[in-house]
């Protein structure tokens, strides 16, 4: 079975440093990875997404991600954080066998200060 | 817009009622998914449906909760007899793919917020 593991259920950074918010994934099978992001009262957006092409993925809004199968980890990085990255954070994972749902990390609160 | 809808936004019921929740899917969409998020939790999934076959219900917490699609396009999250425990934000999602997991991006509502009091 497929899970997810976000190590920092909150991460404080000023304006303008950088930003890394950690994802560990179990998977049986070849994964797909996810970053979708949630701002309040807001639905959820997809930021990223790793489908075994490049493991270095980019996303919007300046975020990337790196797929690292000899860690299980898919963390999230952007060189310079803005007040509007303050938000919700989730890391998913599915393990692409059809009919098999998105299951979500725990979250990651983001929280940026000026 | 042409996005997810989803009402009612905020539901309170009284424990022991019955509450129904609807989802207006992006329009030709095939897959669509129910989750339910707990405070301060990730979504977990309850059930899937491509069009309007209901290919996995695997989350379902109990058999008071239903789910539905008939013609493929709208649906409805029925939940029965409700508890307390069952106050949580209901999120639909949909796909224009399908193959579930292999879906890719999904395109969520904002959610319905229900409370059991």
């Known amino acids: 079975a497929q899970s997810v593991t976000q190590l920092d259920s909150h991460v404080s950074v000023s304006e303008g440093t950088p930003v890394l918010l950690r994802c560990n994934y179990s998977?049986?099978?070849?994964?797909?990875l996810f970053w979708y992001v949630q701002h309040p009262n807001k639905g959820l957006q997809l930021l990223l997404k790793?489908?075994?092409?490049?493991?270095l993925v980019k996303g919007i809004n300046g975020f990337e991600a790196e797929f690292k199968k000899s860690e299980t980890s898919f963390h999230l990085t952007k060189p310079s954080a803005h007040m509007s990255d303050a938000a919700e954070y989730f890391c998913?994972?599915?393990?692409?066998?059809?009919?098999?749902?998105?299951?979500f990390g725990k979250g990651t609160t983001l929280s940026v200060s000026s | 817009g042409a996005g997810v809808s989803q009402s009612p936004r905020y539901k309170v019921a009284k424990r022991g009622q019955d509450v129904a929740l609807r989802c207006d899917p992006i329009?030709?969409?095939?897959?669509l998914f129910w989750y339910q998020q707990a405070l301060g939790q990730g979504p977990e999934f309850l059930t899937y449906?491509?069009?309007?076959?209901?290919?996995?219900k695997s989350g379902l917490p109990s058999d008071r909760f239903f789910a539905e699609r008939p013609e493929g396009s709208v649906s409805t999250l029925k939940i029965q007899r409700t508890q307390q425990e069952d106050s949580a934000v209901y999120l639909c999602?949909?796909?224009?793919?399908?193959?579930?997991?292999?879906?890719?991006?999904?395109?969520f509502g904002e959610g319905s917020r229900l409370t059991v009091l």
């Open positions: 999602a949909s796909s224009p793919l399908a193959g579930g997991g292999n879906t890719g991006e999904l395109f």
């Open positions: 998977s049986s099978y070849s994964p797909s």
């Open positions: 790793y489908t075994s092409a490049a493991t």
């Open positions: 998913v994972v599915s393990d692409n066998q059809a009919g098999t749902a998105l299951i």
């Open positions: 329009s030709g969409h095939v897959s």
């Open positions: 449906f491509q069009n309007e076959a209901q290919l996995d």
